[in-house]
């Protein structure tokens, strides 16, 4: 049982509120200003199936960079929208977040008022826009659907539109997400289910369904439009993904500068090509493609799970965000992963002991971020609960990654052993 911490305010930001509906105004500003923004960019937005199609309806998107909310809002125009936004999204702009409708929520919580507040949207008649992976592509392809998606979409008997951006990784790739790139941008909106068609699939087809539809892979859209990324500073920060070297095995050994990346333990070299190729400047190139490495990465996880040689302990630095003013400095505390116990965070607080715990059935997936502007410009992983969350910097560099690998497969692992048992019984 979770232990809370000994705040002096004990109140936390209500997560638990229907949105206000977005107005006229708001929507014609979001447009203008989204507009502005991509100014410039080279970009192009394609609509598939909606030349009829007015809300209500549920907007899923794929997730690499704020652009992807700009370049949504040309699709979406001129009907309101409400986006389910997280948390550290409110952080002091909270009162602009609520005038135009959004939706706060914890990720990878069991928040059963986003439900409520989800179908409050769509029966007044608006667009719902979601982004499920739920935090930016690490490596600009798609990450980890949950499988409740097909859940919502059977409740709510609305259509559905997939929203897939290619390039959006290409131009800003969360692991160097300020130094941006030369790249066109092609979204594609698409009517993927009407509600007769959800209606007569199970839910499991639904999933299969959102998983192809939404599918996208930012580096092999690079090589069959043949963009070229000639920026020098390409490869910088690619270790952040990318960190376990596949010739001599060792992890969070990799490092990256200008257009190469490379393990500091054997120092073998690869260089990232302007064509979105990687090369090994000696011997064979185990991974032209960066998302089979990435892959490969996720293989070695999962098969350390397996054979129960997977754990990790770290003492982190935390900062807590129970409401939306400030990020409160937690100071030490340790953090462990296990299979068995899923997330443990122990520290203490103004002489107080709080203890959170997150069962590995209780977190789908992990919130990562890489350079967190909010808090020092740090890499840390968020744990939250469904009235706080916890940013934690690790003291061991380059592990985050991983973790959310972890995260994905131990949740994985305990639902099939979940269903095994249910149909044992």
């Not at 609960?385 to 497969?409: H, V, W």
Request: net charge positive.
């Amino acid at each position: 049982m979770d232990i809370e911490v000994n705040y002096r305010n004990k109140n936390r930001y209500k997560t638990a509120r229907y949105p206000l509906r977005q107005r006229l105004f708001w929507t014609w500003l979001i447009r203008l200003l989204s507009k502005i923004a991509l100014h410039g960019k080279d970009y192009r937005v394609e609509t598939v199936g909606m030349e009829n199609l007015k809300p209500p309806y549920l907007l899923l998107s794929n997730h690499m960079h704020f652009i992807d909310f700009e370049l949504a809002a040309q699709a979406t125009w001129p009907y309101s929208v409400s986006n389910v936004v997280s948390i550290d999204g409110y952080v002091i702009k909270f009162f602009l977040l609520e005038w135009i409708g959004a939706i706060a929520t914890r990720k990878f919580t069991m928040d059963l008022h986003l439900i409520k507040s989800i179908r409050k949207v769509l029966q007044r008649g608006d667009i719902l826009a979601m982004y499920p992976e739920a935090r930016y592509s690490p490596c600009g392809t798609l990450a980890f659907l949950p499988e409740s998606l097909g859940k919502l979409i059977k409740l709510n008997k609305v259509p559905v539109v997939a929203v897939v951006h290619h390039g959006n990784h290409l131009y800003a790739p969360f692991w160097n997400f300020r130094k941006k790139r030369k790249a066109p941008l092609h979204t594609v909106c698409k009517l993927i289910l009407t509600p007769e068609q959800a209606n007569e699939m199970s839910v499991d087809q639904i999933n299969a369904l959102l998983k192809k539809e939404l599918a996208y892979d930012d580096y092999r859209y690079q090589k069959e439009q043949q963009i070229r990324i000639t920026e020098p500073y390409r490869a910088e920060g690619l270790h952040k993904v990318l960190y376990q070297c596949p010739h001599c095995m060792t992890e969070f050994k990799m490092d990256s500068a200008g257009a190469e990346l490379f393990c500091t333990a054997c120092g073998k070299r690869w260089v990232w090509e302007e064509g979105g190729s990687l090369r090994a400047l000696e011997g064979e190139t185990e991974f032209d493609h960066i998302p089979d490495w990435f892959a490969w990465e996720r293989e070695q996880v999962k098969q350390q799970i397996r054979e129960d040689n997977y754990s990790f302990s770290d003492e982190v630095e935390v900062w807590s965000l129970p409401r939306v003013y400030r990020y409160i400095p937690l100071g030490k505390a340790r953090m462990t992963h296990q299979p068995d116990q899923g997330f443990v965070l122990e520290g203490e607080y103004r002489g107080e002991r709080y203890f959170i715990q997150r069962l590995p059935l209780q977190t789908n997936s992990l919130h990562v971020e890489y350079d967190f502007g909010p808090l020092k410009k740090i890499d840390c992983v968020d744990i939250s609960t469904e009235n706080d969350s916890f940013y934690c910097k690790l003291s061991q560099p380059n592990r985050i990654t991983k973790l959310a690998f972890a995260t994905e497969e131990l949740y994985l692992r305990s639902m099939e052993k979940l269903r095994a048992d249910k149909e044992a019984k």
